[in-house]
């Protein structure tokens, strides 16, 4: 009786230890970086480092003001960018941190442009 209570005990230290390790690190853990890599139809990427405090405005912002050339020509404004992330638009007011994962792996956006139409006058 005395060794199956040793061999229950030692089973249950095993699995508490297991389960602890599983688990995802606490907020406390996080960086408060966040690298985003910016995906474009054309499968072009362009991995940045932003602050999950950061607004998603502010993240396009950001990326506007320093426009990298692998992303094609440049939108006029950064409400011509809109971010999808996980099946749903990313809001300008959100902050970096709705897409934060528990990996130091580069999060992908991606990253659709709609550029303005000027109107031709006749």
């Given at each position: 009786?005395?060794?199956?209570?040793?061999?229950?005990e030692a089973n249950n230290s095993v699995s508490s230890d297991r389960s602890s390790s599983d688990s995802k690190p606490m907020d406390s853990e996080l960086s408060d970086e966040i690298q985003l890599t910016f995906?474009?139809?054309?499968?072009?990427?362009?991995?940045?480092?932003?602050?999950?405090?950061?607004?998603?405005?502010?993240?396009?912002?950001?990326?506007?003001?320093?426009?990298?050339?692998?992303?094609?020509?440049?939108?006029?404004?950064?409400?011509?960018?809109?971010?999808?992330?996980?099946?749903?638009?990313?809001?300008?007011?959100?902050?970096?941190?709705?897409?934060?994962?528990?990996?130091?792996?580069?999060?992908?956006?991606?990253?659709?442009?709609?550029?303005?139409?000027?109107?031709?006058?006749?």
């Amino acid at each position: 009786m005395e060794q199956g209570m040793a061999h229950l005990e030692a089973n249950n230290s095993v699995s508490s230890d297991r389960s602890s390790s599983d688990s995802k690190p606490m907020d406390s853990e996080l960086s408060d970086e966040i690298q985003l890599t910016f995906l474009i139809p054309s499968n072009e990427r362009y991995t940045r480092a932003f602050k999950i405090t950061d607004t998603v405005y502010n993240a396009k912002q950001m990326l506007l003001d320093d426009w990298p050339a692998q992303l094609g020509s440049k939108p006029a404004t950064s409400s011509e960018i809109r971010l999808l992330y996980g099946g749903t638009f990313l809001d300008n007011s959100s902050t970096l941190n709705v897409v934060k994962r528990y990996s130091d792996a580069p999060t992908v956006v991606h990253m659709m442009i709609n550029r303005s139409k000027a109107v031709e006058k006749d």
